[in-house]
């Protein structure tokens, strides 16, 4: 263990002597972040697809025929106008339409309740109705649409029950003009407590509450360039490797009473400290810089040693298909380029479309990105258990492939 | 007694169609002695020394060093030997001391131990005053004594080194083998390989020549000059008349054989010191005067000539 530790402590202390790795592990990830972040100023400005929606109506409608106001959600939310932003389909049941936000065949549910019909068109002021919305947590864009086209129809409702509750109330005052039921019905709806509170939406998450930080753009980029320079950062470190036999300190390292395994393990560990470090210290310099709230500190630890894992398992199976350093390093470019490409490093995770979103599984750092931005809505562990899991296992096999080919090279 | 005995030792790559790089290499070396390599660029030196260091795995043959085979117990003989590889082995980035301590720690060595060995070996390498500074700071002959310094931290019992002195500068090389002459006053057995014939003369107790990855001859340098079978070469020119002063020359006493080549007369003998004042005396008295005349010993260039056909640089 001592000697494992003194050939990755040898190579973390070369890293951190290397000015142009230096720049390129931190400065570089920074500055694109920074550049990103102003130019999409902070707020979004990506190109998104339609939000995948599945409504379910129980409204069982009102007293009288052809009254179901949950019915008219439901057409404007299918509605062609909204064809371009949302991609609306129905489901039977309240459980059914969860399930499917679940399983992620749609980002938000839009649950309309039995009772919806009976409290728009109902005599009582004071009854309340909740139209729930159930939402993916890394659907950002697409349930803020969602949400926003849903509240204003129950805005829409809310004015009406509010005109009418205020013209109730003139009718007893004896033939008011229609500007004064008009006043009278403004007054009612922008009265706090009063009918306006009555149709509301409520939000809920399959797997993280709702928190009431937003995730910043900034947060998100910075987070897609982390994973993207660790693979370079890692990259640096591994090829020493090819290095080290290419000016013979291998075959000498080779010639003393140290094993193979222990030299390739101390390599290993380099590599993955190396890209630790990297990591928190990004970690930190976007808190400090840009403000952002990375998460919960146990899920940021999971992520950081997760995407470690797995940024330190690719550039060793990389290498140990590189004969020199130059090939390594122009096979690991092309490699890390195309996994950010197809894994949304540069674009984001959330409303990238179907097929993108589907090949994102496919990368391991289309799922850390997905669990770094469950992490910065306040998911705990729990919620990013997938996102942790599913690159460990890439960052496993990585490693067991680079293991077992760097064997056959330096036995 | 042998601390170092190689048997049949043979190296293909890529069998079997692989160039055979050592083909049935046999020497042993005594404990205490310093033993030479010698042979042209490719002639198997680097490939013998690998095996023996456990890089390369044998095709045939084995090694057995201090008691342990190079083929069953590669770990053990690697706590026994040191290696100075031909090309500068270190990282450059840091320091003759950093350097030193990472490399004792692959020794095995810690704590006060290695702190103690670090600093005898800078003492030994003369860069006490230089141990801070990075390695790629220094000259080539500084980088040979680090390189050197690396493989006597865990004091060895046999020292493996693979042409130490290629490309650097007289002073360096003189202060390497005035080093590599103390090391063996000190009970260190050395190999060493070299394709410099003088340096092989100068250092090694034996020397055994390979070519073409066979050992072709073996033994002391006095022993494998005798291999040649004849004495000094002298070479002479004279002002006039060169063929009636070698016809002269052949009758003085201690004078084997002499030869007219091109413009110069050569000749051999078995004690130059004897017959050089008798050829100045002939030619004095047959009125000529010699311009030029060289002496060549028997060496080590003229035995792998005499072997091979072919001169050493080749």
């Known amino acids: 263990m001592r000697k494992i530790l003194a050939i990755a402590w040898k190579d973390l202390r070369s890293t951190l002597r290397n000015r142009p790795a230096l720049v390129m592990m931190l400065v570089a990830p920074l500055g694109l972040a920074a550049l990103l972040g102003f130019a999409f100023g902070g707020s979004g400005g990506f190109d998104i697809a339609a939000t995948k929606v599945v409504v379910a109506n129980l409204d069982r409608g009102g007293a009288e025929a052809g009254q179901n106001a949950g019915a008219a959600i439901q057409k404007i939310l299918t509605s062609k106008d909204l064809s371009d932003v949302l991609d609306t389909k129905t489901a039977t049941s309240a459980d059914a339409a969860r399930k499917a936000v679940d399983n992620g065949s749609a980002e938000v549910a839009v649950i309309i309740p039995a009772d919806f019909t009976s409290v728009v068109y109902g005599s009582d002021p004071a009854a309340t109705s909740q139209v729930e919305l159930y939402e993916n947590p890394t659907a950002e864009i697409g349930g803020s649409i969602a949400e926003g086209i849903v509240g204003q129809v129950l805005a829409d409702f809310n004015g009406a029950r509010a005109a009418a509750a205020g013209a109730v109330a003139l009718r007893d005052s004896g033939g008011p003009s229609a500007s004064t039921v008009a006043a009278r019905a403004a007054e009612t709806f922008t009265h706090a407590g009063g009918v306006s509170a009555g149709l509301q939406v409520t939000q809920r998450s399959p797997k993280v509450g709702k928190s009431g930080t937003d995730v910043s753009v900034t947060g998100s980029i910075l987070a897609g360039m982390m994973i993207f320079f660790m693979f370079f950062g890692a990259a640096n470190v591994a090829r020493t490797i090819l290095t080290e036999d290419r000016d013979g300190t291998m075959p000498r390292l080779f010639t003393t009473p140290t094993g193979h395994g222990t030299i390739i393990a101390g390599k290993f560990v380099a590599v993955f400290l190396t890209v630790l470090v990297q990591a928190v210290v990004l970690l930190i310099a976007g808190r400090l810089i840009f403000s952002i709230h990375w998460g919960r500190i146990d899920v940021v630890i999971l992520l950081t040693v997760v995407a470690a894992g797995v940024a330190g398992g690719l550039a060793l199976l990389v290498i140990s298909f590189a004969k020199t350093p130059a090939q390594a390093g122009a096979i690991g470019s092309g490699v890390y380029l195309v996994l950010a490409l197809l894994g949304g490093n540069f674009t984001g995770t959330a409303q990238t479309g179907t097929t993108y979103a589907f090949i994102q599984r496919f990368t391991p750092n289309g799922w850390l990105l997905h669990g770094w931005d469950t992490a910065m809505r306040g998911g705990g562990v729990a919620d990013i258990r997938w996102q942790a899991l599913v690159p460990l296992g890439f960052a496993v096999a990585f490693f067991f492939f680079a293991v077992l080919k760097m064997r056959r090279r330096f036995a | ?314």
């Open chain 2, 1 to 314: 007694m042998s601390i170092v005995e190689v048997n049949e030792l043979r190296k293909q790559y890529d069998p079997p169609k692989g160039v055979v790089a050592v083909d049935g290499v046999s020497f042993d070396i005594a404990e205490g002695e310093i033993f030479s390599l010698l042979g042209p660029n490719g002639a198997g030196k680097s490939t013998t020394i690998s095996m023996l260091s456990c890089l390369l795995h044998p095709s045939g043959g084995d090694a057995i060093i201090a008691g342990k085979s190079v083929v069953s117990a590669s770990q053990a003989v690697k706590e026994t030997i040191g290696v100075v590889p031909q090309d500068i082995a270190l990282y450059p980035d840091m320091s003759a001391r950093e350097n030193l301590v990472f490399w004792g720690k692959m020794y095995g060595l810690s704590g006060d131990v290695l702190k103690q060995r670090v600093d005898e070996v800078l003492e030994l390498i003369t860069l006490v005053d230089r141990q801070k500074d990075r390695v790629d700071k220094f000259s080539g002959g500084m980088k040979r004594r680090v390189n050197i310094g690396v493989a006597l931290l865990h004091r060895p019992k046999v020292l493996y080194l693979d042409e130490p002195t290629v490309g650097i500068d007289p002073q360096s090389r003189r202060s390497i083998l005035d080093g590599i002459l103390a090391l063996r006053d000190q009970g260190m057995t050395i190999l060493y390989t070299t394709h410099y014939m003088a340096e092989a003369q100068e250092l090694s107790d034996r020397i055994g020549i390979v070519d073409h990855g066979k050992m072709i001859a073996i033994g002391t340098h006095e022993e494998l000059v005798k291999i040649v079978g004849e004495g000094a070469r002298v070479t002479a020119r004279v002002d006039h008349y060169l063929e009636g002063m070698a016809e002269r020359w052949r009758e003085v006493k201690g004078v084997d054989k002499v030869d007219v080549e091109e413009d110069e007369a050569v000749l051999l003998t078995d004690d130059p010191n004897e017959v050089l004042p008798r050829l100045f005396e002939a030619a004095a008295a047959a009125g000529s005067r010699i311009t030029e005349i060289n002496v060549t010993e028997p060496n080590l260039e003229m035995v792998f000539l005499h072997l091979t056909g072919r001169a050493l640089r080749e």
